[in-house]
């Protein structure tokens, strides 16, 4: 019996990636990811040239994303199917072979891993690697700390309803919000209740190439990519 | 002119340093990390081994620690100085070389470093390098993720009023409690109210080899290590 790893690979750039996860990464003889049909996914594009030659990839699709209510019963089903079948994919090959399943981020932290893992645990060893959160690499790139000293932190998601949104916001000496996406207009109506929509920044890829910083204020409503998160620093309580 | 690398160490394992941070810390001249006065210090620790041959070290010790109480002028006053102090003693020495400044997990969250970059920015060029932060090392020891889905995640200093901890506790899916100590059994009556005794957590010193994992039920009181971290995990929300 192998064990399956699971390698945190941080925030996007490579070069943040744990010295243990590229050993695990370049070490592999099988890896494993998530992505959206038809897309590189951003796991799989973060390792773009680190896997050893002959290395099998499993690319673990999502049977649906956006065609059906993230709420429906046929979603959930649907992908309760799809993570049980993989679950029983990586088990029987974990049987002969290690497998390093690739998720970015942090695995604990908001992570697809734990779909997997929650199916496995007791069946197969596994090892988990964590990782720099992708929320780190977005306040690290605004280039300001997001908590001081006694600083209540709060994650968000940006799914919440708008009143409860602002309170939240309000009681927080700093904050993250997740999932903005067709959630910013909504956010920036909470931001502004909470009396923290001017200092507030957005930042989409944070540490890529790709990386995007902006004041929300400035931020066109309709023009705000999925995985950007919404974040509002600490550190007012100093003198 | 040079710059000013703050490092990020992350959780306590060197395996757990990002490529760059590893990287940085190998090739330094000069590197400088807070620690107590007459201890090694934890991101010094996690470097053992790791300094090339000649490398200079500037062990920034601070002034006051438990002698003072920690909201008194006379101890602001005497931080304030030390802060003031090695920012310009840094600030000399960057005008010809390099310098990494070594901090534990993620410098911008609740980091010492951000005191010394609060005085430095736009007289020096600095670079900060993000890590994994302690509470991930901690979450992931526990082998149990700590938020998913449309989870909320609270991090909260454990100096908060019992009532206010308990509150926040309650109206969180996950939290983390920072700053325990002596501040336990506070916790520990605001976590009862809360309802989230039973399956708190305590974690001290994540990934490293004094790793310690505990029911927080099964703490004695006056046992807690200042830096151990109390956490409870969401992921209640699925059905």
Known sequence: MEKIICAGLGPGDPDLMSLRAARAVQGARHVAYF????RQGQARRIVEGMLAEGCVEYAMEYPVTTELPADSA???????????DWAARLEKLAAT????VLCEGDPFFYGSFMHLHVRLRGRVEMEIVPGITGMSGCWTATGNPITWGN??????????????L???????DAFVVMKTGRNLPKIKRA????????AAMLVAHGTTRQERIARVTEMAEGDCPYFAIVLAHGGLKRG
Not at 97 to 100: A, F, L, M
């Open 166 to 172: 602002a309170r939240r916001m309000r009681e927080s």
């Open 151 to 164: 600083d209540i932190l709060t994650v968000l998601p940006g799914t919440l309803p708008e009143d409860e």
């Open 74 to 84: 046929d979603y959930i089903a649907a992908l309760n199917g799809f993570y049980d």
């Open 191 to 198: 931001l502004a209740k909470a009396g923290r929509l001017e």
């Open 97 to 100: 072979e290690e497998v390093v």
């Open 35 to 38: 992505r959206k049909a038809g």
